[in-house]
């Protein structure tokens, strides 16, 4: 363990060093890095995860563009023109750090610790670098509570509270499947080592089944493509409940011994037969019932269910309807049966355990509302945003009232980064933070069971400096960690890694891959159960607060004025928005043909997308690829990428989901025109 920890990135010669990728991906890959010289020359993949199978994404592959790139924060620095402006001096980081600490003893003076407000998803980080050292810190402070909820909050909560998060199908088992279901994701650009599986499986005779409304790559090699509207998935997946139960398909001697609340969702579905829904849905009711039959009749059948789902008013729902479905077919306990959503979980490690400290009694803020929480928020106001981990004003919903809010005069606000993001613009100190390949930290796999160690494989570039030292050096200054209770790198690494359970410490230490639930292969039923307190499948979870009841379906908000469904997915140029400062050119929305044709736009021209909370303005991709009634624009965008200097979050209100209270991007309903021809 000794010999691992203490070892540092070489500045001589060529080298090549394994680490991991912990960015916001599913497959958590394993990694060669050749260093020459002290310098990154090649990123590629290894063997050492099982579903990497040796090969990366293009993303990462080229992640030296954003190590070395031209927007990259190499030293601390303060605000020299307006909020916006980009204008900064340099500074040294002890006058940074006795800024930040000061401000933030004066917003505790003036209005109270809740003033102060972090700012951080994380999903791009590792268990060393999000809710560990900065967790401990911020509690110790007594600053407001953040609801990180911009993604997966509703998937989770729908399957902690039906199944206890229990461990998924692994990759490799897709191979058994006879019948591969893709719901609502799109792994050919996040989640890429599903793929092979997939074909591989359906070289073997497997039938493939894609829920999207986009022709993604495994929807044109699908077996059945069912383009559903935005926001309709629930009434769909209810469809093929009702349609179980009535066709005498359901399991229902499995639901006897394993689930509760069998009945209840029996009534519900009972309201969504297979014609109302398909036509709520926009597709044809000879495919749904196509699948339904494909379905009941198919062993083993797996469902990769994703996120998209969950990007509306009806998320929760939608969510909790996909997962009961192979309980109510009966699908479990065979290899390649069963379910995979987020395999986070398994590993059992947990915040909590890591943070060590008790939350405190304090403001919760939603994160979904940072526009509202710093234009409105009066008791107390929020006087200090500290910002990492994330660039709200790329993702965060209602994006020019998130904008409102960074302008305030009165906001002291500190973005610690990678690279100059939009956000960061807005900040009044900057603090420049290591990438994955200048630090240690601990990567987890959601989708692959992946588990790795991380660590540095070169040095620090510029004054960037790791999360866990930055944290706890401003506790340090604020009093809240004694002088000599500092940690190192290694040190903090070693602190991390006493609190995970099992034998994970030991193994990530000695250099070996975490071990997972059957060995990354569990039979769900067989090697792994539902993690609720009584062991059963909740399918009717009465204790889940969903406030306009479980299963209840609000129709599409679209109106005449604003006709169209604009979602937002993921690309292949970004990880959510992490590399948007690379992408090049001007970004495309796609737009059906009909849609386009109603319009006057053709193929390159620009467009303005608008609705009463903005517009965006860009280019056009008239292509079949997007159902009628739908556009696309891509996740993550900066402002760089559009004409105007608005993405796709300009237009997305910030209503809650109906379990949660996760963002509702795939809600924003729009209106298209033509601005200039190409």
Same mark, same amino acid.
């Given at each position: 363990?000794?010999?691992?920890?203490?070892?540092?990135?070489?500045?001589?010669?060529? #080298?090549?060093?394994?680490?991991? /990728?912990?960015?916001? /991906?599913?497959?958590?890959?394993?990694?060669?890095?050749?260093?020459?010289?002290?310098?990154?020359?090649?990123?590629?993949?290894?063997?050492?995860?099982?579903?990497?199978?040796?090969?990366?994404?293009?993303?990462?592959?080229?992640? @030296?563009?954003?190590?070395?790139?031209?927007?990259?924060?190499?030293? &601390?620095?303060?605000?020299?023109?307006?909020?916006?402006?980009?204008?900064?001096?340099?500074?040294?980081?002890?006058?940074? *750090?006795?800024?930040?600490?000061?401000?933030?003893?004066?917003?505790?003076?003036?209005?109270?610790?809740?003033?102060?407000?972090?700012?951080?998803?994380?999903?791009?980080?590792?268990?060393?670098?999000?809710?560990?050292?900065?967790?401990?810190?911020?509690?110790?402070?007594?600053?407001?509570?953040?609801?990180?909820?911009?993604?997966?909050?509703?998937?989770? $909560?729908?399957?902690?509270?039906?199944?206890?998060?229990?461990?998924?199908?692994?990759? #490799?088992?897709?191979?058994?499947?006879? *019948?591969?279901?893709? +719901?609502?994701?799109?792994?050919?650009? #996040?989640?890429?080592?599903?793929?092979?599986?997939?074909?591989?499986?359906?070289?073997?005779?497997?039938?493939?089944?894609?829920?999207?409304?986009?022709?993604?790559?495994?929807?044109?090699?699908?077996?059945?493509?069912?383009?559903?509207?935005?926001?309709?998935?629930?009434?769909?997946?209810?469809?093929?409940?009702?349609?179980?139960?009535?066709?005498?398909?359901?399991?229902?001697?499995?639901?006897?011994?394993?689930?509760?609340?069998?009945?209840?969702?029996?009534?519900?579905?009972?309201?969504? &037969?297979?014609?109302?829904?398909?036509?709520?849905?926009?597709?044809?009711?000879?495919?749904?019932?196509?699948?339904?039959?494909?379905?009941?009749?198919?062993?083993?059948?797996?469902?990769?269910?994703? +996120?998209?789902?969950?990007? #509306?008013?009806?998320?929760?729902?939608?969510?909790?309807?996909? *997962?009961?479905?192979?309980?109510?077919?009966?699908?479990?306990?065979?290899?390649?049966?069963?379910?995979?959503?987020?395999?986070?979980?398994? +590993?059992?490690?947990?915040?909590?355990?890591?943070?060590?400290? &008790? $939350?405190?009694?304090?403001?919760?803020?939603?994160?979904?509302?940072?526009?509202?929480?710093?234009?409105?928020?009066?008791?107390?106001?929020?006087?200090?945003?500290?910002?990492?981990?994330?660039?709200?004003?790329?993702?965060?919903?209602?994006?020019?009232?998130?904008?409102?809010?960074?302008?305030?005069?009165?906001?002291?606000?500190?973005?610690?980064?990678?690279?100059?993001?939009?956000?960061?613009?807005?900040?009044?100190?900057?603090?420049?933070?290591?990438?994955?390949?200048?630090?240690?930290?601990?990567?987890?796999?959601?989708?692959?069971?992946?588990?790795?160690?991380?660590?540095?494989?070169?040095?620090?570039?510029?004054?960037?400096?790791?999360?866990?030292?930055?944290?706890?050096?401003?506790?340090?200054?604020?009093?809240?960690? =004694?002088?000599?209770?500092?940690?190192?790198?290694?040190?903090?690494?070693?602190?991390?890694?006493?609190?995970?359970?099992?034998?994970?410490?030991?193994?990530?230490?000695?250099?070996?891959?975490?071990?997972?639930?059957?060995?990354?292969?569990?039979?769900?039923?067989?090697?792994?159960?539902?993690?609720?307190? @009584?062991?059963?499948?909740?399918?009717?979870?009465?204790?889940?607060?969903?406030?306009?009841?479980?299963?209840?379906?609000?129709?599409?908000?679209?109106?005449?004025?604003?006709?169209?469904?604009?979602?937002?997915?993921?690309?292949?140029?970004?990880?959510?928005?992490?590399?948007?400062?690379?992408?090049?050119?001007?970004?495309?929305?796609?737009?059906? &043909?009909?849609?386009?044709?109603?319009?006057?736009?053709?193929?390159?021209?620009?467009?303005?997308?608008?609705?009463? *909370?903005?517009?965006?303005?860009?280019?056009?991709?008239?292509?079949?690829?997007?159902?009628?009634?739908?556009? =696309?624009?891509?996740?993550?965008? +900066?402002?760089?990428?559009?004409?105007?200097?608005?993405?796709?979050?300009?237009?997305?209100?910030?209503?809650?989901?109906?379990?949660?209270?996760?963002?509702?991007?795939?809600?924003?309903?729009?209106?298209?025109?033509?601005?200039?021809?190409?």
């Amino acid at each position: 363990m000794s010999d691992l920890v203490a070892t540092r990135p070489k500045t001589w010669g060529r #080298s090549t060093v394994h680490t991991a /990728c912990p960015l916001d /991906c599913p497959d958590s890959c394993s990694l060669d890095v050749t260093v020459e010289r002290g310098k990154l020359v090649r990123i590629d993949g290894n063997r050492a995860a099982a579903s990497t199978e040796g090969y990366i994404c293009g993303k990462v592959r080229r992640f @030296d563009r954003r190590v070395y790139g031209a927007k990259r924060l190499r030293y &601390p620095a303060v605000r020299a023109g307006a909020k916006g402006s980009g204008r900064f001096d340099r500074v040294s980081w002890d006058e940074a *750090l006795t800024l930040i600490a000061d401000a933030m003893d004066e917003a505790r003076r003036r209005f109270g610790a809740e003033s102060v407000l972090p700012y951080h998803y994380g999903g791009s980080n590792g268990v060393l670098t999000n809710d560990f050292e900065d967790a401990r810190f911020f509690r110790r402070f007594g600053a407001s509570h953040l609801a990180r909820t911009l993604c997966a909050a509703p998937t989770g $909560a729908a399957a902690t509270a039906m199944y206890g998060r229990m461990a998924g199908v692994g990759y #490799s088992d897709y191979a058994q499947a006879r *019948l591969i279901v893709i +719901w609502g994701c799109n792994p050919s650009a #996040s989640g890429v080592h599903l793929v092979s599986h997939i074909n591989r499986a359906q070289a073997a005779g497997a039938r493939v089944v894609v829920v999207d409304p986009r022709r993604t790559p495994l929807a044109r090699k699908a077996d059945l493509h069912l383009p559903v509207r935005p926001g309709t998935d629930l009434p769909v997946a209810l469809s093929v409940i009702n349609a179980l139960f009535e066709g005498g398909q359901a399991d229902l001697a499995f639901l006897a011994e394993h689930a509760t609340g069998v009945e209840d969702l029996r009534r519900t579905a009972r309201a969504w &037969p297979i014609a109302r829904a398909a036509a709520e849905a926009g597709i044809a009711p000879a495919d749904l019932r196509t699948f339904v039959d494909w379905y009941a009749t198919s062993t083993p059948a797996v469902i990769r269910c994703g +996120w998209g789902q969950e990007r #509306s008013r009806n998320g929760g729902g939608a969510t909790l309807a996909i *997962l009961a479905l192979p309980a109510v077919a009966g699908k479990f306990k065979v290899r390649g049966g069963g379910y995979t959503m987020s395999n986070s979980a398994a +590993w059992g490690i947990t915040a909590e355990a890591l943070i060590d400290v &008790p $939350a405190p009694p304090v403001r919760t803020v939603n994160m979904n509302h940072l526009g509202r929480a710093l234009t409105e928020y009066r008791d107390p106001p929020v006087a200090m945003l500290f910002v990492y981990n994330c660039n709200p004003l790329a993702t965060v919903p209602h994006q020019n009232l998130v904008q409102r809010g960074l302008e305030r005069e009165d906001l002291f606000t500190v973005v610690f980064e990678q690279v100059m993001t939009d956000t960061a613009a807005y900040a009044d100190v900057l603090l420049p933070a290591t990438t994955f390949l200048e630090h240690y930290d601990v990567a987890k796999g959601y989708g692959a069971y992946h588990l790795h160690l991380v660590q540095p494989v070169i040095a620090a570039v510029g004054e960037s400096r790791p999360n866990h030292e930055v944290f706890r050096e401003l506790g340090v200054r604020l009093g809240l960690v =004694a002088d000599g209770d500092e940690l190192g790198e290694a040190g903090a690494l070693m602190d991390a890694a006493a609190r995970l359970p099992g034998p994970h410490a030991e193994t990530l230490l000695g250099g070996r891959p975490g071990v997972a639930p059957g060995d990354g292969q569990p039979i769900q039923f067989v090697d792994v159960h539902p993690r609720t307190p @009584d062991g059963k499948v909740h399918l009717f979870p009465a204790a889940l607060d969903a406030p306009r009841g479980l299963y209840h379906y609000e129709a599409d908000p679209a109106t005449p004025a604003y006709p169209l469904s604009l979602i937002s997915p993921a690309s292949e140029h970004t990880i959510s928005s992490t590399l948007g400062e690379l992408r090049p050119g001007i970004a495309r929305v796609k737009i059906n &043909p009909d849609d386009a044709r109603l319009r006057s736009i053709a193929d390159g021209d620009a467009v303005r997308i608008f609705n009463d *909370l903005g517009e965006v303005h860009c280019e056009a991709t008239v292509t079949p690829e997007i159902r009628p009634g739908t556009v =696309a624009l891509p996740k993550g965008l +900066w402002r760089q990428s559009t004409f105007n200097g608005s993405t796709a979050t300009a237009l997305v209100p910030d209503s809650l989901t109906d379990i949660a209270g996760g963002a509702c991007f795939n809600d924003a309903r729009v209106q298209l025109e033509l601005l200039a021809r190409h």
